[in-house]
């Protein structure tokens, strides 16, 4: 009799622990009563019916991580490659990812490698290398979509690596190769070409700048003999006015200047080298006194006044 009331608390403690429940943080528990879900058991203290309700599935309700594995893919233009890529979620209902699907973990590594076969398989190999964001945009809403049913929420899926065969990588390297060589000869022929234009430009200013030159120079060459005819006609009207007064050695001006001329023409031609004249030193000497007489006179007039 003294032991019927201890096995009654031991009773009664066990009773009570099998109706307490201690949930972690990031876990979910689902609650069966006769084998039927009724409710789900939130992170913390949670209170249980003892032999009627019972712990059905704990859910891990973190977001979660599962690579999936390598597979070989066909590309639109029949090209064929290897891809891999993990893929991220979170379970958001611990009731439907329990009890719709099976083996959640298999079902979306599963639906993800055929939504990859069937995403990369629509685009051509050239697409498929250069826009790997699309693939992976693509790839969440398709997959995303489907495991939504079971109360999963895809928050991430990315490709790591697209692999073509050895032989088409080769053959793209070289592709590349030529690629770079012709714009490198395109480069080199528009250098060419400018090269060109800027040396047809220096040569017209050139041109321009030589032509202007001419031009001046044509300028002030006239305008020199313009002066130069003006100086000789003044200098021809005084001696005009002279002989007009009766003046002898204008005259003799006028023949000293014509005889010295003649000199300087005979002198400075080509083919003089030894010049033998016949005339008088006193004639020349003469003349050349009147150019200096008439001179003079002119500077003196100029200085009296």
Not at 201 to 220: C, D, P
Request: hydrophobic letters at 45%; proline letters at 3%.
């Amino acid at each position: 009799m003294e032991l019927l009331p201890i096995a009654i608390v031991v009773f009664a403690i066990i009773v009570i622990m099998m109706g307490v429940k201690r949930v972690p943080q990031g876990m979910e528990y689902t609650v069966e009563r006769f084998g039927r879900y009724t409710r789900t058991l939130k992170p913390g203290i949670q209170f249980l019916i003892p032999f009627i309700d019972g712990i059905g599935a704990k859910v891990n309700m973190m977001e979660q991580v599962t690579d999936v594995p390598q597979q070989e893919v066909i590309t639109k233009d029949n090209a064929m490659v290897t891809a891999d890529g993990v893929v991220f979620f979170k379970v958001m209902d611990a009731a439907k990812s329990a009890y719709r699907v099976n083996d959640m973990y298999r079902a979306v590594l599963n639906i993800t490698m055929t939504n990859i076969r069937s995403v990369m398989g629509s685009m051509d190999l050239d697409e498929l290398l250069s826009k790997r964001d699309e693939i992976n945009s693509r790839l969440l809403v398709v997959v995303d979509e489907a495991a939504a049913t079971w109360g999963i929420k895809v928050t991430r899926i990315e490709i790591k690596d697209i692999n073509p065969p050895a032989d088409l990588v080769e053959s793209m390297g070289r592709q590349m190769k030529a690629e770079r060589e012709k714009r490198a000869l395109i480069l080199e022929a528009e250098g060419t070409r400018a090269a060109q234009i800027l040396n047809a430009e220096g040569i017209k200013q050139s041109a321009i700048l030589a032509a202007e030159g001419e031009k001046e120079a044509a300028f002030r060459e006239a305008e020199a003999r313009e002066r130069l005819a003006e100086a000789e006609a003044k200098a021809t009207a005084m001696v005009s006015q002279a002989i007009a007064k009766g003046d002898v050695q204008a005259i003799n001006y006028f023949v000293a200047q014509k005889y010295t001329e003649a000199l300087r023409d005979i002198a400075s031609a080509d083919n003089s080298k030894i010049i033998m004249l016949p005339m008088e030193a006193a004639s020349l000497m003469g003349s050349i006194s009147g150019i200096a007489e008439i001179t003079k006179e002119a500077f003196g007039n100029k200085v009296d006044k």
